[in-house]
């Protein structure tokens, strides 16, 4: 199979699920996406992110264009074979991260200016600069270059900044080509605005992408307004594309977005949890810094098949967490990859057999017992 294509296998309300199909292999949605900013998942060789259920891994353009630098990736065989993962890669474009870490931003029509973080050097980004880059890494689904205004904005600076992303995702689709194999998704604006929203996903269906992602959310307006924007946002979007929610998110947060007809999601919450002692599982989250923990020989779930759970207690979890052991990041990123990964194939399951609310209700009433009583 040489080339990119979405099938949908079954809906339930607006609940869907489905499969990409990809040259590096089949993604099933809704998925989701560990994040391996610079070419690594934290704490995880990739044979085991694959065990935990992953089908395909998020890469962050500006983090490997400053570093290693996107033309020593593509000198070294390209970032599945830098990494050593196989599958899928999806790749941002840079802009969502210029925003939030680089110094010394300068944005016009153009794109970008900026200073790295890591050294000063200085940088630009522009619509064709991120392809160029995506393409270099060797990225399967590649993101239109957008920018994104932080919430709460006005309604003129929302405006005016989706309608640059829109111009942006034009030159983004030139700048792409023709790459049989290779997706490029286009970014909906519009912050909470629904008139906005629907401008933008005319403009991107007018364009023609092989996915779309539902852009500016998750950037501070809590879940209500996330929800609510959802409510409507995915109808906007053409049915038979896969949609992806950027940057999403808790248990709750995921669960709610399926529900609204979301495909796709990424956070690096499950493993940047995971190094700080923070584990999250079908009772809630639990803190294994927590003294509670320290003579529990119960394991953090029992019912998880996960390696932390089947082999480990509480107590040693405590214990590796506050003796500072590297293996306490590489357990509780396990359980929350496998976890995360948990949700998603039992959304997929109950979606195909016509039963997502019974398997929601279910999943909230698990979160709201809390976690098992301490010995
Ligand atoms: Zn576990």
Partial sequence: MDRFSFSLTACDGAARTGVINTPRGQIRTPAFMPV????????????????????????????LMLRPGAERIARLGGLHRFMNWDRPILTDSGGFQVMSLADLRKLTETGVTFRSHIDGSKHELTPERSMEIQRLLGSDIVMAFDECPALPADRDRIAHSMRL???????????????????????????????????????????????????????????????????????????????????????????????????????????????????????????????????????????????????????????????NEMISGMLLTWHNLHYFQQIMSGMRSAIAEGRFDTWEAAFHADRAAGDIEPV
């Fill in 165 to 323: 992303s829109m111009r942006w995702a034009d030159r983004s689709r030139v700048a792409f080509g023709d790459r049989p194999g290779h997706a490029l998704f286009g970014i909906m604006q519009g912050g909470l605005e629904r008139d906005l929203r629907e401008e933008s996903a005319e403009a991107l269906t007018a364009i023609g992408f092989e996915g779309y992602a539902v852009g500016g959310l998750a950037v501070g307006e809590g879940q209500e307004a996330m929800f609510g924007c959802l409510d409507y946002a995915p109808g906007f979007l053409p049915a038979d594309k896969p949609r992806y929610l950027m940057g999403v998110g808790k248990p709750d947060d995921i669960v709610g977005a399926v529900k609204r007809g979301i495909d796709m999601m990424d956070c690096v919450l499950p493993s940047r949890s995971g190094r700080t002692g923070q584990a999250w599982t079908r009772r809630g989250q639990v803190n294994l810094k927590n003294a509670r923990h320290a003579d529990d020989p119960r394991p953090l779930d029992e019912a998880c098949g996960c390696p932390a759970c089947r082999s480990y207690s509480r107590a040693y979890l405590h214990h590796v967490f506050r003796a």
């Fill in 36 to 63: 391996g900013t610079a070419a690594t998942v934290k704490a995880m060789l990739p044979e085991s992110v694959r065990e935990t259920g992953a089908d395909i891994l998020l890469g962050n353009t500006y983090h």
